[in-house]
């Protein structure tokens, strides 16, 4: 782990507690102004401004998640068990050209043993194949491997995928 990495994912969560406390206030007023006189335009902002704040949050949860990655494993890529969650980065070597079960295979050889880790951590077992606790983030580092987003959360005495199907299907 480097000062300067950790710097500029401190920076990058600072931003996105910004832009979640501006995105609030925004949306504050967009209800306020709801509340006095309602209608069907501002009904439409009003779920517009739900995903933007939506979408910050992420940022935020994402960016949280990548500082206590970095803290714990002092690397920036891993995964790490807490609170009932389990959050982090894995990065696969990709292939140009690669079926679906190829790319999945991988990813579940990548990924078996560190939330395998993790679910023993949490004294829970694993709901999904591991390939189902991910979202891919657009484009590649800078080794040219995908980066993709592991979440899981307990749910009685399972880790489920933290993943929603929404996104899943985004990547398809």
Same mark, same amino acid.
């Given at each position: +782990?480097?000062?300067?990495?950790?710097?500029?994912?401190?920076? !990058? +969560?600072?931003?996105?507690?910004?832009? *979640?406390?501006?995105?609030?206030?925004?949306?504050?007023?967009?209800? !306020? %102004?709801?509340?006095?006189?309602?209608? @069907?335009?501002?009904?439409? $902002?009003?779920?517009?401004?739900?995903?933007?704040?939506?979408?910050?949050?992420? /940022?935020?949860?994402?960016?949280?998640?990548?500082?206590? &990655?970095? @803290?714990?494993?002092?690397?920036?890529?891993?995964? *790490?068990? @807490?609170?009932? /969650? &389990?959050? $982090?980065?894995?990065? =696969?070597?990709?292939?140009? $050209?690669?079926?679906q079960q190829e790319r999945e295979s991988a990813i579940d050889a990548a990924l078996d043993d560190p939330l395998?880790?993790?679910? +023993?951590?949490?004294? *829970?077992v694993l709901a999904a194949s591991p390939v189902k606790y991910t979202k891919e983030r657009p484009g590649r %580092?800078?080794? $040219?491997? +995908? =980066?993709?987003e592991v979440a899981g959360r307990v749910e009685g005495d399972r880790l489920t995928p933290a993943v929603s /199907?929404?996104?899943?299907?985004?990547?398809?």
């Amino acid at each position: +782990m480097t000062q300067d990495e950790k710097s500029q994912l401190e920076a !990058e +969560m600072e931003a996105a507690k910004a832009e *979640v406390a501006r995105v609030r206030e925004e949306n504050a007023h967009l209800a !306020e %102004d709801f509340r006095l006189d309602p209608d @069907e335009r501002k009904r439409a $902002g009003l779920k517009q401004a739900a995903a933007t704040l939506s979408s910050a949050r992420d /940022r935020l949860s994402t960016a949280q998640a990548a500082l206590s &990655v970095l @803290e714990k494993t002092g690397s920036l890529h891993g995964l *790490v068990a @807490e609170k009932g /969650r &389990v959050a $982090g980065t894995i990065a =696969v070597p990709a292939k140009v $050209g690669w079926s679906q079960q190829e790319r999945e295979s991988a990813i579940d050889a990548a990924l078996d043993d560190p939330l395998s880790e993790a679910a +023993m951590e949490l004294g *829970v077992v694993l709901a999904a194949s591991p390939v189902k606790y991910t979202k891919e983030r657009p484009g590649r %580092d800078a080794e $040219g491997r +995908m =980066v993709l987003e592991v979440a899981g959360r307990v749910e009685g005495d399972r880790l489920t995928p933290a993943v929603s /199907r929404a996104a899943k299907l985004m990547r398809k």
